[in-house]
């Protein structure tokens, strides 16, 4: 099972890099992110019917799943649309390391909760990487539209891991990513048949072969794998695993994309990675796990 669960994070690691090569053929984003969550959401399906998860859910997770559809819309769309403007390993490393850190912050205001020590000097390291990751000495850097869009993205993560707490809490997390998945399919199904289709008509084998990869690989399998690892090691074993997310990120950027990790995201990542430590697994018996879920 580790090694499955290590073979998730790496999946969901790859997939800044196969969005980067689609991004890069001039496809609408709008188009990438309705293709995308179409097939995702036709993929749950046979795990739906074979594991027999009920279709209706209680009416306590109307509203959370529906906030996860709008957060998980406007993640997505920030996450093609942003590779614009740089690299696919510093992306994925501003959004995966600083969402949890996020979230935290939020949760505890929405549960007017005392943070722990080791919770508190989590949050001060958190806020230091994010310094390091947006390269803060860098005033054109700092302001540019690539860390804005990626900061925002966290957010939208944090706020989207947060709903899947609730929506989860008496529903099943693959139907809950199956119904997240309609919502921005639907929005942005539209742009098929209003915004310029040539530029998706004459795409090649890599693009189909990257939506292969984001949508089968990274979302429908690595993610029932992360949910089964969960179960079999336990929380804090499992969800350790997702600290190798960024550096999966990185990675797969350098390998594919030729893209050398900058001085200031290795050090803000690495502060990041202990900031989250600290606040999810220094101490397993508080710990607050926030999970992908779509």
Known sequence: MRALMFLSMMLWGLTWTAS??????????????????????????????????????????????????????????????????????????IAEVLSPIFATFIWSILKKTSLLRNEKIGLVLGIVSGGFLVDITNYDSLISPFNIIYVFAALMWALLTISSRYATEDSHPIIINFYSSILPFVIFLPSLFFVDVQPLANVDYKFWLCMFSVTILSTTFATTIFYKGIRVLGVTQGGIFVLLVPLGALLFAWIFLGEIPKLHTVIGGFIALVAIYLINFYLPRRKKSYKKSS
């Open 20 to 93: 980067k090569v689609m991004i890069d053929q001039q496809v609408d984003p709008f188009q990438i992110v309705s293709i995308k969550c179409g097939i995702v959401t036709l993929s749950f399906l046979p795990f739906v019917f074979y594991l027999k998860i009920p279709f209706l859910i209680p009416r306590s997770a109307v509203l959370p799943t529906l906030l996860i559809g709008i957060f998980n819309t406007i993640y997505n769309y920030l996450l093609l649309s942003g590779l614009n403007y740089g690299e696919a390993g510093s992306a994925g490393v």
